[in-house]
């Protein structure tokens, strides 16, 4: 398992065994239904481990361009929102899944 899976897993851990949360996406959530999700993230954890974990550069490049001519003509033309990727970097940065 990758230190960044490894790091969720243990945070997500302390999260169920806290009290649970009055706002955000996990409000309302039972106790049940948190360890539901916990067991789940280990699976994933577990799953993650079996899988290969890089493409060689030569097959990662040949699949992005396999996906990018299945894209329409139209598509290709218009201009990137990045705006979700932006706001995933700065949650990252403030620490989300670190010890």
Request: charge should be positive; charged fraction near 15%.
């Amino acid at each position: 398992m990758s230190a960044f899976a490894s790091g969720i897993g243990q945070r997500y851990t302390r999260f169920v065994n806290s009290s649970l949360p009055t706002s955000g996406s996990y409000a309302g959530l039972s106790r049940e239904a948190m360890l539901a999700r916990e067991e789940a993230l280990a699976r994933f954890a577990a799953w993650s481990q079996m899988r290969r974990s890089s493409l060689e550069p030569a097959a990662a490049l040949a699949a992005i361009s396999a996906l990018y001519d299945m894209l329409p003509a139209a598509s290709r033309h218009v201009a990137l929102d990045v705006s979700g990727i932006m706001t995933m970097h700065r949650l990252l940065a403030l620490g989300f899944g670190r010890e």
